[in-house]
């Protein structure tokens, strides 16, 4: 199956669909089908694997299952959500538009609010987009998992980037309709529904939302959905909630359900600024029109597979021998690199050295709330120059570096980095876009091909519109860049199956998922799993009364400064050897999918798929 020639067949790439598919688990959290032998595949396979998965965003519902990104009643709810935006926008007067989420949601909304306050700005209006992230600008670069459980945090940071608003449109992004904090701020939105009006964006149904109490409130995000529903009746709340398909690598909702929020919202306020400031009203046929746009972007982002999965194997090559991958950005691009970057640390249990991004301009570019956050620490330096200060003095041919950029950018620039950057290492790789004919950069390209060993060149047809077009080039190096980190992580042996293995447990919703893939591999009963998770958070081999009745919140955040944890409590659970065993056993086997298997005996094979050679 994940041989060089993997196809996926129509039933596979519908599979999840089934009412028997792991029914106990919201879609969000299901293992993809698609790719459950990822973690023994080539490069070649993981990309088409990748791509597969990443199809099934616009795949049509049958009917009978989930609402789907083009089903009629996502599209007018959209075409609902732009008219409000248009209102805000015609009349901006003590109005805002807030975007807020947690981790990549909150990263989406900040690119959002970003990029769409520029537009206004270059039409000389004022910005009317705010963004929040749970844990404040620091979770745009690095991993803040556990302000994601506190409502009230949520709430407080909404009330006050509103305070003195009149009108506010609130749109709260949960790809697992799960964030406390999201839920914590569509409380309060309904609380006073005077000023304002709460959107919900995520990938899961309604009734898959999440219905485990949150400490210290009387709702859950599942009766704060409900709440919304009776609401939606009336137009006076609005889901946005379409099913996308499980992850290529379970739960990691930075892929698909970062990209379809940002699908989402693109084509919400594009067709808001439309109305607004060129008289184009919003109309299905837009909606649609839009939406098809991203589709051809995924086509015409995978049909370069080759060029993709040679960038893979390069990444994975480097990480595999303890080498780092840096992305140099410019542009809107160097924004998606440096996120993609930070986020392998919580989804790989990676070091923040493995992979880093680097923007032309830094802060200055990136226009961050909170500006520079230089003095948090050197993970924090985001410039060309800290790259140049920091990484390029001790580069060596181990470590791959990617120009990710456009021809509208500076390639002049692009040119005298690579330069540098060649003098250090012969591993480096271009990635750029072009529009179909526009050879204004021929020259500098050609330099630039001359020091790169790789240069993928992805070519678009004349844009209808600029703004459209890099929206897609947004989107294509979103899915360019998470399929280098994820693949190149998978290489390195870092995700078992399709699960990541080595998740970070900081937040009550990776506790459960955590709990969930040790009672999966091991097939002992939840209970065990438990105080296996337990014994590995707090490194005791016995579990004292007062671990056992803490809560999960005093158990995620002992588990902030620990590693391996599950991998951890897996071995213990397999093989019954004590932490210092298993500790001992991980040390000596860092490729955790390697050292798991090599405990298993046939009897415990239970679910687990036997260890064959990467094809
Ligand atoms: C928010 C989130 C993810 C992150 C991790 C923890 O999820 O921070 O972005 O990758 O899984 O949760 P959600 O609220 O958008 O479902």
Redesign the pocket.
């Known amino acids: 199956m994940a041989g060089s020639d993997w196809t996926c067949s129509l039933s596979t790439m519908r599979e999840w669909e089934s009412p028997d598919y792991e029914p106990s688990l919201p879609i ?1 959290e299901k293992s993809n089908p698609l790719t459950r032998d990822i973690d023994r595949a080539s490069a070649t396979c993981i990309v088409r694997m990748l791509q597969a998965s990443d199809a099934q965003m616009f795949q049509e519902g049958t009917g009978t299952t989930y609402k789907r990104l083009l089903s009629e009643q996502v599209v007018e709810t959209l075409m609902e959500v732009a008219k409000r935006v248009e209102l805000i926008l015609e009349d901006p007067q003590d109005s805002l538009v807030v975007l807020s ?5 909150g990263r989406i909304a900040f690119l959002m609010a970003s990029s769409f306050n520029r537009a206004l700005r270059e039409l000389n209006k004022s910005p009317v987009y705010s963004y929040i992230i749970a844990g404040g600008d620091k979770a745009l670069l690095s991993s803040q ?1 556990a302000p ?1 459980d506190d409502p009230r945090m949520g709430m407080l940071s909404l009330k006050r980037v509103c305070e003195g608003k009149r009108r506010v449109l609130f749109i709260g ?4 309709l ?2 406390p904090f ?1 839920a914590g701020q569509l409380d309060f939105c309904l609380q006073h529904p005077e000023v304002f009006t709460p959107v919900l964006v ?1 990938v899961n149904p309604t009734h898959q939302a999440r219905d485990e109490p949150i400490p210290g409130c009387t709702f859950t995000f599942r009766s704060v959905v409900q709440r919304m529903q009776e609401l939606a009746k009336s137009q006076k709340a609005f889901l946005v909630n379409p099913a996308v398909g499980p992850e290529a690598i379970s ?4 892929m698909k ?1 970062g990209s379809v929020t940002k699908i989402l919202l693109e084509v919400v306020l594009s067709a808001a600024h439309a109305a607004t400031f060129t008289n184009t009203s919003v109309t299905y046929m837009g909606i649609l029109q839009h939406m098809r746009a991203y589709e051809k972007t995924l086509d015409i982002t995978y049909a370069q597979e080759e060029g993709i999965s040679a960038l893979l194997e390069a990444a994975g090559r480097s990480l595999r021998r303890g080498g780092r991958v840096c992305y140099l950005g410019w542009g809107s691009l160097a924004a998606t690199g440096l996120i993609d970057a930070s ?1 392998c640390i ?2 790989f249990g990676a070091d923040y050295n493995d992979v880093r991004g680097f923007v032309s301009g830094g802060y200055r570019e990136l226009n961050n709330n909170e500006g520079p956050l230089i003095s948090l620490g050197p993970d924090f330096c985001i410039a060309h120059e800290d790259f140049l200060r920091l990484a390029l003095p001790s580069l060596s041919d181990l470590d791959a570096v990617l120009l990710v950029y456009t021809h509208s950018d500076d390639v002049c620039d692009v040119v005298k980095l690579a330069r540098r950057v060649r003098e250090k290492t012969s591993n480096l790789h271009a990635v750029y876009h072009q529009v179909d004919g526009d050879t204004a950069a021929a020259v500098q390209q050609n330099d630039i091909n001359k020091v790169c060993l790789s240069s993928l060149r992805i070519s678009w047809p004349p844009p209808a519109s600029r703004s459209l077009l890099h929206m897609q080039w947004e989107l294509s190096t979103k899915l360019l860049l998470n399929a280098v980190s994820t693949g190149a992580h998978v290489l390195k042996g870092k995700i078992y199956q399709n699960h990541m293995i080595d998740v970070q447990v900081t ?1 009550s ?2 506790y459960g998922r955590a709990t969930r893939l040790l009672r999966k591999l091991s097939g002992c009963p939840e209970h065990r799993c438990e105080d296996a998770l337990l014994k590995a958070i707090y490194r005791v081999d016995e579990l004292t009364a007062d671990i056992s009745s803490s809560d999960i919140n005093t158990h995620t955040l002992a588990a902030r400064n620990r590693t391996k944890v599950v991998p951890l409590a897996l071995v213990c659970l397999l093989t019954g050897r004590s932490l210092q065993e298993a500790e001992t056993h991980l040390e000596r086997q860092p490729v955790v999918r390697e050292a798991v298997e090599a405990c298993l005996s046939p009897s415990t094979r239970r679910g687990v798929i036997v260890a064959r050679p990467r094809t």
Not at 101 to 105: F, K, L, R
Not at 173 to 176: D, R, V, Y
């Open positions: 969000s989420g947690c981790g990549t949601s998992e994601e992004i949960s790809c697992g799960s964030a999201v995520g739960g990691s909702s930075r359900g986020e919580p989804t937040n919703k990776l």
